[in-house]
């Protein structure tokens, strides 16, 4: 009979195997490192802190968020925030002046990069130009101005960026082509075609999915991964499944925390240069979620800067979300032994700008 002692060298032995097959870039242990608890996460985690250190330094990047709107004309079944998940006297649009003002706290504090967010409607266009603009004039001071507005026209992406908007989050959520047009009323194509749209027009992209959708095993969640790392974007993220109270999957499972624990290490290693949140929802999956976030590998903490009342009104993950203050941001960045990087630009000179210079004969935008 083994020892205790002899079963544990056993596993580390092979979860050492697995973590040097995922740096090699192979897709075929995803699975595995994705089922690792005990011992085997502990060391898929050190790994990927090790990785991420070596290649970033010991350093993590804050991000400040504002929320422009929470009018969105997509129906995707697991946002709060989906139309008509939002009572009509609940919408709003921020003034000009508001967000003159939001932008000008991020400057007054320690956040590298200034990021837009948005519900996906053309409404928005021309507040994220104004905004982009306000966040981009902070010469010589310049941060990184990166948006997440969801799909809007192809001459609002030439504007905003030459606005001055340097980055663009738009995540594929899943590459499972049946469950992401289920779960978002639209082809998975659709939502690539504007990813390839950004990335000629020079936009640093950030992309990534969602861990624990109803319907989605996780053989899907490992494809997701490999589908994200093989996109080469600057930006990659994942979050747990939060069931929202009010959207059709409220009576859903929520996304296992180790799962997305384990998909953050697994990104890092097969990517170890990209830019990795440790998304505010793992903070809905019990204690100290953004810090296991970090200790996973993750290099990102975003603050939000949206006023109180309009944050209260955008719905994402759920109605009672978890908003991130900035000693909140740095407590966790303190507790997982990182420093904040003083870099405006907090993409890896590699990865700013164009990541595929001009690729035309992709800019194609399926219907919208
Ligand atoms: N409307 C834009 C879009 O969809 O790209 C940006 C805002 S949207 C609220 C930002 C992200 O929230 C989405 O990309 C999606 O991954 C995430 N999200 C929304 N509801 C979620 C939920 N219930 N659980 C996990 N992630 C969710
Ligand atoms: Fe709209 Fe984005 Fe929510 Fe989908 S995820 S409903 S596009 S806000």
Redesign the pocket.
């Known amino acids: 009979m083994f020892a205790p002692w002899a079963s544990k060298m056993i596993s580390m032995r092979s979860s050492q195997e697995i973590v040097t097959a995922l740096e090699e870039g192979e897709p075929g242990r995803i699975l595995d490192a994705l089922k690792f608890r005990g011992v085997d996460q502990q060391a898929l985690f050190k790994a990927a802190r090790e990785a991420r250190d070596r290649v970033l330094g010991h350093s993590a990047i804050l991000r400040g968020v504002v929320e422009l709107t ?1 009018l ?5 079944l ?6 008509g ?1 939002v009572a009509a006297e609940e919408h709003y649009l921020l003034s000009q002046d508001l967000i003159a003002a939001a932008i000008e706290r991020i400057c007054a504090d320690p956040i590298n990069v200034v990021s837009l967010q ?3 409607t053309p409404r928005v266009a021309e507040l994220a130009i104004f905004a982009t603009r306000v966040a981009a004039a902070k010469a010589p001071d310049r941060r990184e101005v990166l948006l997440c507005l ?2 809007q026209e192809l001459q609002v992406y030439e504007d905003l960026r030459a606005s001055g908007a340097d980055s663009y989050i738009m995540k594929f ?1 899943t590459s499972d082509v049946r469950l992401h047009e289920t779960l ?1 009323g639209e082809p998975l194509e659709t939502r690539l075609s504007h990813i390839r749209a950004l990335q000629s027009i020079g936009f640093a992209v950030g992309t990534g999915s969602i861990v624990g959708l109803p319907g989605q095993p996780l053989e899907s969640v490992a494809d997701d991964i490999q589908f994200g790392v093989a996109l080469g974007t600057a930006m990659l993220s994942v979050s747990p499944f939060i069931p929202g109270e009010r959207t059709p999957l409220r009576h859903a499972k929520m996304g296992d925390r180790d799962t997305t624990l384990n998909a953050i290490s697994i990104m890092r290693l097969m990517s170890p240069a990209a830019t990795i949140p440790t998304v505010s929802a793992l903070e809905l999956t019990g204690g100290d979620g953004q810090l296991a976030g970090l200790m996973a590998g993750a290099n990102v903490v975003t603050v939000n800067y949206t006023p109180s009342r309009e944050a209260g009104l955008y719905h ?1 993950y759920r109605e009672n979300r978890f908003r991130v203050p900035l000693d909140h941001a740095l407590r966790v960045i303190d507790l997982a032994n990182l420093s904040c990087t003083e870099d405006h630009m907090s993409l890896p000179s590699a990865n700013r700008g164009a990541i595929k210079a001009h690729q035309p004969e992709q800019r194609t935008i399926v219907e919208m």
């Open positions: 929470n969105c004309r997509m129906s995707c697991y946002c709060p925030m989906r139309r998940g948005s519900g996906e969801g799909k959520e978002r994402i």
